[in-house]
């Protein structure tokens, strides 16, 4: 039996092995990464791992997959629901982004402290709003979604091994060889002819609309490694010939701790297509659609420690508001910014209730009675603290990455109103609970206070 871990880890490495035969500068990104975190772990030892064993860093990735449709998102969810990844979180990109990006997004998953530990593989998931007025006239919405509904991304029998696998908590050996064949094979590159004009028309609304609703198959976007300096590896890049965008998302780097999460890319390369002309003759050209990402994960954050992020970066913004400046400029105003608002220290976060923490017993002193409240238990060296990765993703960020790829900015017509969708109503889609976010690191934490609570004999009269 195969069970749902080792379908999530094996689908990750078909996954990457795939890609890297598609987008060869994939592969320049992830030995890069690996460069990087061995001199990491040489500098530092142990601490290098404090944000998750080297062995899970090193397998580490996130994918990115566009659909089209409900019905296509929520057998998106039963292939992943296979591998043990369920939707966490809801991101509002028609909102985010200053450009066309018609689409509102999840990601897809492991939520268990084990399951994360064991294999993290995580897939932002997004789907088009094909009802939103701001981006599609009626018309062009009823030609649109007449073309999503006749296509067919996921061949009936991959489904069926899904299920099967969700059902009995994974596959004999030759169902999930087949299972990881066909998911794979969905995700790659389609050799179809692509119709120029229908791609050109939906072009003109939203370069990701296009990407998504003009072709009749999927694929993967992008396969993102994780690195433990993000700041060196950028460096490197730029060495090696592979120009990345100009600046790094989210957090600055600074001399605090690491939280939430940095990320940057190159642009998307030029890819060769198919293309069937309206006289019906087939031409190659290409399209800039698929990139390269890299990504260094922090601690997750509270709700008080995403309002002081989302308010230091506000700030930022404001700051900076029609200075031209450079990434390291900016990124040393941000810094300034975070040393005079940021706890500097893990017991700081702690205390302040900024960031997720586990906690565990270090020095049990038999006979001696404990103190009751957790500050004075770390304080007084009863117990440790570990940091809880962030797992998740940024709006802004994810905007920022849908943005610095799009060709065109395409078209909104702000004078119109949009579809409503939200949290609640991609639940619906799903057809099964939408995981936030604070509540799954909430409880992690609470589990392991509870441990410490019970070995300590905290909870007896
Ligand atoms: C997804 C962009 C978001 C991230 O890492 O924030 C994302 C996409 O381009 O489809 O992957
Ligand atoms: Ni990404």
Do not use: C
Request: charged fraction near 25%.
């Amino acid at each position: 039996m195969v069970d749902s871990t080792a379908l999530r880890a094996a689908f990750a490495r078909r996954l990457s092995a795939m890609y890297g035969t598609e987008v060869p500068a994939y592969n320049t990104l992830v030995d890069v990464a690996q460069e990087v975190n061995r001199e990491v772990m040489a500098r530092m030892g142990a601490g290098a791992e404090r944000l998750g064993t080297i062995g899970r860093v090193t397998a580490e990735r996130h994918g990115a997959i566009r659909v089209g449709t409900p019905a296509e998102l929520a057998q998106v969810a039963r292939i992943f629901g296979a591998m043990g990844m369920y939707p966490v979180g809801y991101y509002d990109l028609r909102e985010a982004a200053r450009s066309s990006v018609p689409v509102v997004s999840t990601a897809f998953r492991p939520v268990d402290e084990a399951e994360l530990a064991a294999n993290p593989f995580r897939v932002f998931t997004s789907m088009l709003v094909t009802g939103d007025r701001r981006f599609f006239g009626e018309d062009l919405e009823r030609r649109l979604v007449a073309f999503l509904e006749a296509r067919r991304l996921f061949p009936p029998r991959l489904l069926d091994l899904a299920d099967r696998a969700e059902a009995d908590g994974g596959l004999d050996d030759p169902a999930a060889a087949e299972f990881l064949t066909l998911a794979t094979q969905a995700f790659e590159l389609s050799r179809e002819p692509v119709s120029r004009s229908w791609y050109a028309e939906l072009e003109r609304v939203s370069a990701v609309a296009a990407d998504i609703g003009g072709v009749p198959s999927t694929h993967i976007n992008h396969l993102t490694p994780r690195v433990l300096d993000i700041d060196a590896l950028y460096a490197r890049m730029g060495e090696r010939g592979i120009t990345m965008i100009d600046a790094i998302q989210g957090p600055p780097r600074w001399d605090g701790p690491d939280l939430l999460l940095r990320q940057t890319s190159f642009r998307a390369l030029a890819e060769p297509r198919l293309f069937r002309k309206n006289d019906g003759r087939v031409v190659q050209d290409d399209l800039r659609v698929r990139f390269g990402e890299v990504e260094a994960r922090g601690i997750a954050v509270t709700p008080a420690g995403r309002a002081l992020y989302d308010d230091l970066a506000a700030e930022l913004d404001e700051t900076l508001a029609g200075q031209p400046v450079t990434a390291g400029e900016r990124n040393a105003v941000a810094a300034k910014l975070w040393e005079g608002r940021v706890p500097r220290t893990e017991a700081e976060l702690i205390t302040g209730d900024l960031a997720y923490f586990t906690f565990h017993v270090l020095d049990p002193r038999p006979g001696s009675t404990p103190p009751a409240d957790l500050a004075t238990l770390l304080a007084e060296g009863w117990a440790g603290a570990r940091p809880i990765v962030y797992e998740d993703f940024l709006p802004r960020s994810a905007a920022g990455i849908f943005q610095s790829n799009l060709t065109s900015d395409g078209a909104k017509d702000v004078t119109r109103t949009g579809a409503d969708l939200d949290a609640e109503a991609m639940a619906g889609i799903l057809g099964r609970p939408l995981h936030d976010p604070y509540e799954l690191y909430a409880s992690i934490r609470a589990e392991s206070l509870a441990r410490v609570r019970a070995e300590l004999g905290l909870d007896r009269e």
